[in-house]
């Protein structure tokens, strides 16, 4: 009989504790459910939050204005032996097409300045969080995820301010520039458009400043290796005063083309013993240099 007794008593203990278990339970998939519910909820506010403030800040975005797209060009004065006197208005830029790009120079410029150009629709996304860390790790304007198009945009359209607002606006702008032109045409644009110091504009007219050199197609591997990296600081990396800079910054450049496949290490290697200045025409003397009023020219 006692035993017996024992036997319900255990039961009734087993019973309890499973109860207690299925309870415990029950409790904390409600606390995982209750979690997961305010995560999401989070990031939903935070979605329309972010969607908000992105209409905002391109509201007041400026239009794409055609006429803007292509910058004015000097005019080029001559005297009666058809001598060059004066390059008057606009900037020192030598306007060129893509069919006039070779590819080794388009070769340098992607693998510096957007090695995924012609995957991505204007913004890189890939890119953009890798940008978004550094400037967390390291503070605001670290690092830049600007692709070509939207450097584009920035050139033609807005202040180069490091701004929420101004990088919001290059974003739609670039989307809108993508939906508009081609990839080759966008290329175009940013060649012509690029600053290479001593008040020279465009990859035409860099070429022939500091190589001699009035057809693209006969650059050099190390010569468009230092052309595509000097925009990222023109003055910086400008060859006549700054060689030692100009050389690291054209043998990154050159790792860089290694790193994303469009040369050999063994090329890269070859073109870093290229003196900088055995690459140098002489220097022209810079003489003082007249503009027309931005409003007459933009």
């Known amino acids: 009989m006692s035993g017996e007794y024992r036997s319900r008593v255990e039961r009734k203990q087993a019973a309890k504790q499973t109860k207690q278990k299925k309870a415990k339970t029950k409790r ?28 905002y800040f391109v509201k007041d ?39 006039d790009v070779p590819k080794v120079l ?20 890939v890119r953009l969080a890798g940008a978004v860390l550094a400037n967390i790790k390291e503070g605001f304007g670290a690092e830049g995820g600007s692709t070509i198009t939207q450097q584009v945009v920035k050139m033609t359209f807005l202040s180069s301010k490091k701004t929420l607002e101004r990088k919001a606006q290059e ?9 508009k032109y081609s990839k080759h045409e966008i290329l175009e644009m940013y060649l012509n458009k690029i600053y290479y110091s001593d008040g020279i504009y465009g990859v035409a007219r860099a070429a022939e400043y500091y190589f001699g050199k009035t057809d693209l197609k006969e650059l050099t591997l190390p010569e468009a290796a230092l052309l595509a990296g000097m ?28 790193k994303h496949g469009f040369i050999s290490q063994e090329e890269a290697e070859k073109a870093k013993q290229v003196p900088i200045q055995s690459m140098l025409t002489k220097r022209k003397n810079r003489k003082m240099m007249y503009h027309m009023t931005p409003s007459l020219t933009k």
Do not use: C
Not at 171 to 179: I, T
């Open 28 to 55: 904390g998939r409600s606390w995982l459910k209750t979690i997961a519910i305010a995560i999401l909820l989070m990031m939903v506010l935070g979605a329309i939050g972010g969607i908000a403030t992105f209409a």
């Open 171 to 179: 974003a739609w702008l670039a989307l809108q520039l993508e939906q």
């Open 231 to 258: 925009p990222q600081s023109p003055n910086r990396y400008n060859p006549y005063d700054h060689p030692e800079a100009a050389k690291k910054r054209r043998d990154t450049v050159l790792s860089l083309m290694v």
């Open 61 to 99: 975005a400026p239009p794409l204005d055609e006429a803007k797209i292509k910058d004015p060009l000097s005019s080029v004065l001559y005297d009666m032996n058809g001598k060059q006197v004066a390059e008057l208005g606009g900037y020192k830029r030598t306007y060129i097409s893509y069919k």
């Open 106 to 125: 388009e070769d340098a410029v992607l693998a510096t300045e957007d090695a995924r150009f012609y995957e991505h629709h204007g913004i890189d996304i």
